[in-house]
């Protein structure tokens, strides 16, 4: 088969202009990424879905670029909502440097109720998944704090911009954008230090550590959580430690099968399961760690890495309805989605899976590389089996041609 063309090219199409504009052939790329040259093959032809993340991170070091390079920015231009939060991103990245507590705020004083209301719908966006709603807010918000840091309120408002500029970044990352998500939670570690705070200290080093290894540097991700699990272990019994520190665990088992250390990953697993065991349930600081989402991350990380079976198997096992938030249940959908197209004769639940996580957050799947990747693999063999108009509702939707 090959690559379709298209207005918004498949991942693969970068990876192969990537890789002829240095004029290498498929065996020598492979073999700097640690893959076979069949498997880089297979992507590059489209015959094998670009969906895996720890992958798609090794050949980009390969090509010695950033995975969002060849994923792109995806901005299906039928979503107007999506549409509207990428055309905030500049506005968003310039308040973000701008907020540089080093220096006083320029805007003038709000009242710093009226301040908390906003950033209480601000979070109810992002929980949401409404990345246009959110990034609408961000920019004003995040003045409008810095300039209050300065004042009476400082430490309220401290807490409030370490929370901004988390959301800020989670948004940013989502968005496709993980640069400016690392600047965002280099500002939330600004706040969280400024407010001398342990849980905001590690809450601040999970938020660049999820930018970290959006980055594709599990290196870097891995380092950061390691060292905030080490500063927060000893001082569970603190409010919002436990839930901070099971956070951490999460993106250590993430960044460790990143590098390839399967064992070490799933012992980081193991350990954040013991910790969500005892706290049951909980939506501290807006991260919902528990029992439920331990499951999410994990079967995310076994889609990716390494037993797409065993995914499903932890997906069967979980009820995502616990976690009462889509952006946590838009990646139970997606990610078990992605597991289930990777074995064989589960396309149709692949595809009710996909169609879930559209209806319980378009805007996150619409703006997903990953989730388009899938699509495409499976309109590919949709298309070879006859398949139903769902999917191809789907495809058209996220502007996928076959």
Known sequence: ???????????????RARRLLRSWSIRYAASRAGISHATWSRIERGRQAADNRFTLADIATALDCAPAELTGVVVPAADRDVVAAHAEVHAIRQALVDVDLSEPGTRPPAPIAELARTVTLLDTLRQACDYAGAARLLPNLLRDLHTETAGPDREVALRMLCDVTFVASSVLRNLGRPADAWLGAERCRDAAEAADDLALRGYAAYARACAATACGSYQRGLTLAERAVDELRGHTGQPGIAEVLGSLLLTCALASRGRGR???????????????????ETSTMGLYFGPTNVAIWQIGIEADGGDPGRAAVIARATKPAAIPASFRQVFYYADTARALARLGGRDREAIRFLLTAERLAPQHVHTSALAHETTRALLDRSIRRAGGTELRGLAERLQITG
Do not use: K, N, V
């Open 1 to 15: 088969m090959t690559p379709r063309p298209s207005g918004d090219p498949g991942i693969g199409e970068r990876i």
């Open 262 to 280: 399967l064992d070490d990953s799933r012992a980081w697993s193991a350990e954040a399961a013991g910790l969500a065991d005892r706290t049951g």
